[in-house]
């Protein structure tokens, strides 16, 4: 395991993932909400505006995740749609009495944000492949 730093860091990230994430979705929502007030979508067209939030928070914490680390991008996205996931459930079984219905649609919308971000490669210090030789003279 690593130092007391590496720890504090990632702890830090994986809360700058979900507060991120969670901010996401819940801005995708109140947009959804409000359109639906303002008569622009239906009312039936809300669970696309639940799927994009979901798809969206999913992207956002995958890729804080996968932007701090060094190595492992793969699994960093994984592992930040699942720290997503299991907050939605929590909330999900929290607010609703329990009632899990769709989940394995969610699951499938949030691991496939996750591998959306994977394939985006959100990284900060992006070294170029390729690099031109110089001519020795």
């Known amino acids: 395991m690593g130092n007391k730093e590496d720890i504090q860091q990632w702890a830090i990230a994986l809360v700058q993932a979900l507060m991120l994430s969670i901010g996401a979705s819940v801005l995708i929502a109140m947009l959804t909400a409000w359109l639906v007030c303002q008569n622009v979508i239906a009312e ?18 995958s890729a804080v995740l996968a932007g701090k680390g060094k190595g492992m991008r793969l699994w960093l996205c994984i592992g930040g749609a699942v720290l997503y996931l299991l907050v939605m459930a929590l909330g999900s079984v929290l607010l609703f009495d329990g009632v899990t219905d769709g989940f394995l649609a969610t699951a499938a919308v949030v691991f496939a944000g996750s591998m959306v971000a994977n394939l985006l490669r959100f990284r900060r210090n992006k070294q170029p492949k390729f690099r031109v030789p110089r001519s020795r003279i």
């Open 44 to 61: 039936y067209a809300t669970d696309y505006g639940a799927m994009l939030a979901l798809l969206i928070g999913s992207i956002v914490s």
